[in-house]
C-alpha cells in the first residue's frame, strides 16, 4: 500500500504562513501526480493544489496566488506553502495520490485564527 503522511500543520494567525510536508512510502513516488486537500468541519473534502509527475502545478481558484506545491522526488516528499493565510483555510490538510488515490491519512490541522 502507498502510505502518505502529513506534517506541518499548526495554529498561525490570518496573514501568516505554514509549510506543510507530505512524505510517501511505499511506492515510486515520481510515477504519479499528487494532490493537498483540505477538508473543513461540515464541509466535503476539496482538491486546493496538484503537482503532476514532471512538476507542473494546478491550483484552486480559493488558494490560487496564496498556496505553491513543490515535490522532490528524491526524497519522496511533496510540500505546500502557504502565504496570507485566510480563516476560511481552517481545516485538515491531506495528501494523496491524483487520480487513483490510496487510504487516506491522519492528515495535519490547520487553524488560521487572530
Same mark, same amino acid.
Do not use: H
Given at each position: 500500500?502507498?502510505?502518505?503522511?502529513? @506534517?506541518? !500543520?499548526?495554529?498561525? +494567525?490570518?496573514? &501568516?504562513?505554514? *509549510?506543510?510536508?507530505?512524505? =510517501?512510502? #511505499?511506492?515510486?513516488?515520481?510515477?504519479? @501526480?499528487? !494532490?493537498?486537500?483540505? +477538508?473543513?468541519? &461540515?464541509?466535503? *473534502?476539496?482538491?486546493?493544489? =496538484?503537482? #503532476?509527475?514532471?512538476?507542473?502545478?494546478?491550483?484552486?481558484?480559493?488558494?490560487?496566488?496564496?498556496?505553491?506545491?513543490? *515535490?522532490?522526488?528524491?526524497?519522496?516528499?511533496?510540500?505546500?506553502?502557504?502565504?496570507?493565510?485566510?480563516?476560511?483555510?481552517?481545516?485538515?490538510?491531506?495528501?494523496? *495520490?491524483?487520480?487513483?488515490?490510496?487510504?487516506?491519512?491522519?492528515?495535519?490541522?490547520?487553524?488560521?485564527?487572530?
Amino acid at each position: 500500500q502507498v502510505q502518505f503522511v502529513e @506534517s506541518g !500543520g499548526g495554529l498561525v +494567525q490570518p496573514g &501568516g504562513s505554514l *509549510r506543510l510536508s507530505c512524505v =510517501v512510502s #511505499g511506492s515510486s513516488f515520481s510515477l504519479y @501526480s499528487v !494532490g493537498w486537500y483540505r +477538508q473543513a468541519p &461540515g464541509k466535503p *473534502r476539496e482538491l486546493v493544489a =496538484v503537482t #503532476g509527475t514532471g512538476g507542473g502545478t494546478n491550483y484552486g481558484e480559493s488558494v490560487k496566488g496564496r498556496f505553491t506545491i513543490s *515535490r522532490n522526488n528524491a526524497q519522496n516528499t511533496v510540500y505546500l506553502q502557504m502565504n496570507s493565510l485566510k480563516p476560511e483555510d481552517t481545516a485538515v490538510y491531506y495528501c494523496n *495520490r491524483i487520480p487513483n488515490p490510496s487510504l487516506w491519512g491522519q492528515g495535519t490541522q490547520v487553524t488560521v485564527s487572530s
